[in-house]
């Protein structure tokens, strides 16, 4: 098992377009998380899934964004009509079951210009 | 609401010199407790975790920490610092469903 997967690490796209983001946690592992991380922040949480129901999304997570985990296995993040202020780092996280740690992947740098 | 505060937002010492990073959380139950390492654009890696089985918690590359109950605190120590130990740590605690609660980080610099 090579640990959490997260494909693209970088992507730069012009405001208003869309992009999706995928990630690949480790396969035994049936809670999913996503976090957004800003300069100089610490990581702030975006939504999360055990196995494919999507259980809690923050007030973060705006109409503009979507996640899904199809399946229960790979999820992918999209987010709609990107803004300048949704550059940042996405991470995304698996884990066992509650209050296990979390396994991080290395994370998509997105760069809205 | 649980939260995390960590105290100094960037630390520098020298090389072989003691580290200490700082964590104080809010929890109304006994909190789940982690820090992370994070390398430039990196993800996060787990040093270490409390989950009440010791109030003394031993983590990779020599960092430990201590959880106290009466000072809400989680501080991460090492010993000796190197300078591979430059980077931004942060402490976090498990809220529902195991989300987590991060500080705003700690840089920390080794000077040679």
């Known amino acids: 098992d090579t640990g959490v997967s997260q494909d693209p690490r970088h992507k730069i796209t012009k405001r208003g377009q869309n992009v999706t983001f995928r990630c690949d946690p480790i396969s035994e592992h049936n809670r999913l998380y996503w976090y957004r991380q800003t300069l100089g922040q610490g990581p702030e949480f975006l939504t999360y899934?055990?196995?494919?129901?999507?259980?809690?999304k923050s007030r973060l997570l705006s109409d503009r964004f979507s996640a899904e985990r199809p399946k229960g296995s790979f999820s992918t993040l999209e987010i709609q009509r990107t803004e300048q202020g949704d550059s940042a780092m996405y991470l995304c996280?698996?884990?066992?079951?509650?209050?296990?740690?979390?396994?991080f992947g290395q994370g998509t740098r997105l760069t809205v210009v | 609401a649980q939260s995390v505060t960590q105290l100094g937002s960037h630390v520098s010492v020298s090389e072989g010199a003691l580290v200490l990073l700082r964590c104080n959380y809010s929890s109304s139950v006994p909190p789940y407790l982690f820090w992370y390492v994070q390398y430039p654009n990196q993800g996060l890696q787990l040093l270490l975790k409390?989950?009440?089985?010791?109030?003394l918690v031993k983590g990779i590359n020599g960092f430990e920490a201590e959880f106290k109950k009466s000072e809400t605190s989680f501080h991460l120590t090492k010993p000796s610092a190197h300078m591979s130990d430059a980077a931004e740590y942060f402490c976090?605690?498990?809220?529902?469903?195991?989300?987590?609660?991060f500080g705003q980080g700690t840089e920390l610099s080794v000077k040679p």
């Open positions: 996280a698996s884990s066992w079951r509650e209050n296990t740690e979390a396994f």
């Open positions: 976090a605690v498990s809220v529902g469903g195991g989300k987590l609660i």
């Open positions: 899934f055990q196995n494919e129901a999507q259980l809690e």
């Open positions: 409390y989950t009440s089985a010791a109030t």
